[in-house]
């Protein structure tokens, strides 16, 4: 592929599924921002890559890794259960980022089990989220609101939602559905990042929230 010099900022990146899209990205011929509290976990280095230090709750640092992207990714997710809501705090501050720099365009993940309206939950689907409110309650909730914030911020936004997560390879090949309606239980991440950066040119989802899966 012709390397292009749309910039990416990407926050999330030194997650499991945040290197994947950092690699992808850099391999598309992307140039990457991110947003990391500890840089030495992304153990990537290139010239097309830039690593900001600092947290989500340092509005200057976020600002720095959003100025001037071309879109904004994010793979965050809570990373315990007690309740911080730094992710939905954190997502807050992005937009806010975006909006003062006039970029519109922005793709989050979530898990599948953040519902949409045109999801038909099975009693599968249902069990699940009995499950999740009951053990992991408030990364749920952080998720919620997370999901919310995005559909109400007038931004370019797409909502990529995911079940099981996995470490195995690419496919290169998604399901792509609704909750109760064609899709599978695990997702490899390495697609998962390939079906986000996609999204970075394509408005087929375009303030939608499809679940994916292998």
């Given at each position: 592929?012709?390397?292009?010099?749309?910039?990416?900022?990407?926050?999330?990146?030194?997650?499991?599924?945040?290197?994947?899209?950092?690699?992808?990205?850099?391999?598309?011929?992307?140039?990457?921002?991110?947003?990391?509290?500890?840089?030495?976990?992304?153990?990537?280095?290139?010239?097309?890559?830039?690593?900001?230090?600092?947290?989500?709750?340092?509005?200057?640092?976020?600002?720095?890794?959003?100025?001037?992207?071309?879109?904004?990714?994010?793979?965050?997710?809570?990373?315990?259960?007690?309740?911080?809501?730094?992710?939905?705090?954190?997502?807050?501050?992005?937009?806010?980022?975006?909006?003062?720099?006039?970029?519109?365009?922005?793709?989050?993940?979530?898990?599948?089990?953040?519902?949409?309206?045109?999801?038909?939950?099975?009693?599968?689907?249902?069990?699940?989220?009995?499950?999740?409110?009951?053990?992991?309650?408030?990364?749920?909730?952080?998720?919620?609101?997370?999901?919310?914030?995005?559909?109400?911020?007038?931004?370019?936004?797409?909502?990529?939602?995911?079940?099981?997560?996995?470490?195995?390879?690419?496919?290169?090949?998604?399901?792509?559905?609704?909750?109760?309606?064609?899709?599978?239980?695990?997702?490899?991440?390495?697609?998962?990042a390939e079906f986000m950066l996609q999204q970075v040119d394509d408005g087929r989802y375009l303030r939608q929230a499809p679940v994916i899966s292998n």
């Amino acid at each position: 592929m012709e390397p292009t010099a749309k910039t990416l900022a990407i926050f999330g990146a030194t997650g499991r599924a945040g290197k994947h899209l950092v690699q992808q990205a850099l391999e598309r011929g992307y140039c990457v921002r991110a947003l990391a509290r500890d840089p030495g976990k992304l153990a990537l280095q290139h010239e097309r890559l830039l690593i900001v230090q600092g947290s989500l709750r340092d509005a200057a640092r976020v600002e720095q890794v959003v100025a001037g992207a071309d879109a904004v990714l994010s793979v965050l997710g809570p990373t315990s259960n007690e309740p911080t809501f730094e992710i939905s705090q954190g997502t807050t501050t992005i937009i806010k980022a975006m909006k003062q720099h006039g970029i519109k365009r922005l793709i989050i993940s979530a898990g599948a089990g953040v519902g949409d309206p045109g999801d038909t939950p099975r009693l599968f689907n249902k069990l699940i989220n009995v499950a999740l409110k009951a053990t992991a309650r408030n990364v749920y909730e952080d998720m919620v609101k997370t999901v919310a914030l995005v559909r109400e911020s007038g931004l370019e936004w797409t909502v990529v939602r995911v079940p099981r997560l996995m470490d195995t390879p690419r496919t290169g090949k998604v399901r792509v559905g609704m909750v109760g309606q064609g899709t599978g239980a695990n997702l490899s991440r390495a697609d998962m990042a390939e079906f986000m950066l996609q999204q970075v040119d394509d408005g087929r989802y375009l303030r939608q929230a499809p679940v994916i899966s292998n």
